[in-house]
């Protein structure tokens, strides 16, 4: 049985079972994850060989893509213009370059070589990288800036990415993050019937209180909270310590 990687508890119950892989939620803190946990080869995977659409000149609804990025980097923009910002998971690097336009020196970060190679040749100015946390932190860089959305409830280690956000922010750097919010009021209560529970894509689900002890104990501390009434989403900016 897994260790709950918020609390360190070894107690849990099980939560629900989809598409034959099992949650179970910590007794301690309620965190949900899946028991037994996918090994990294195989969630690696997942974003490499079955992204058959993405590539060279191809990403899925990049139009969108790229017109929400921008309508979120114009709101986000007081806290990386002229500075320099990373986004972590980053995709196609549409929210790179929409950081880019408006003033950041912005660098995009993804395990899917695919979805690089598509940022790459779509946006040729900023720096992007498809490598895993460790080679990346070799590379000895900081930043003011860190975006990560919709990419923690992927990573079976919730601990080494809050290690890796820490070793690239500067003191006072601020970490704007999504998540599915597991404990909002719109998630259905026959969870099974919720799109976010899609496994083994989403490994783990976060409520408000398991997410806040998770940054408390990287050295990052919530200053703003973004509440979406419709939509089950975490949405956070936190300042490094």
């Not at 918020?6 to 803190?29: K, L, M």
């Not at 969870?191 to 490994?203: E, K, N, Y």
Request: glycine share 8%; charged share 25%.
């Amino acid at each position: 049985m897994s260790i709950c990687s918020i609390c360190a508890g070894a107690q849990c119950t099980p939560y629900v079972t989809q598409d034959g892989y099992d949650y179970v939620s910590c007794d301690g803190c309620g965190f949900v994850y899946l028991d037994p946990m996918p090994d990294p080869e195989s969630l690696s995977r997942i974003y490499n060989e079955d992204e058959g659409a993405v590539g060279v000149g191809q990403y899925p609804k990049a139009r969108s893509r790229m017109r929400r990025a921008m309508l979120r980097a114009l709101r986000l923009a007081p806290y990386f213009v002229g500075r320099d910002a990373v986004d972590v998971g980053c995709g196609g690097g549409f929210v790179v370059e929409a950081m880019r336009r408006l003033g950041a020196r912005a660098t995009g970060i993804d395990i899917s070589v695919p979805s690089i190679t598509y940022a790459r040749d779509a946006f040729p100015k900023p720096a992007f990288y498809a490598e895993d946390f460790e080679t990346f932190v070799a590379r000895d860089r900081q930043f003011d800036f860190l975006h990560s959305s919709e990419v923690i409830e992927h990573i079976g280690d919730v601990n080494s990415y809050m290690r890796f956000l820490a070793a690239i922010a500067r003191p006072g750097a601020r970490l704007f993050i999504t998540t599915p919010d597991i404990g909002h009021a719109v998630v259905p209560a026959d969870v099974t019937a919720w799109d976010m529970l899609s496994p083994p894509r989403h490994v783990h689900f976060f409520n408000e209180t398991t997410l806040t002890s998770l940054f408390d104990a990287h050295g990052f501390d919530i200053v703003k909270r973004y509440y979406k009434k419709q939509a089950p989403t975490l949405q956070v900016l936190a300042r490094r310590r």
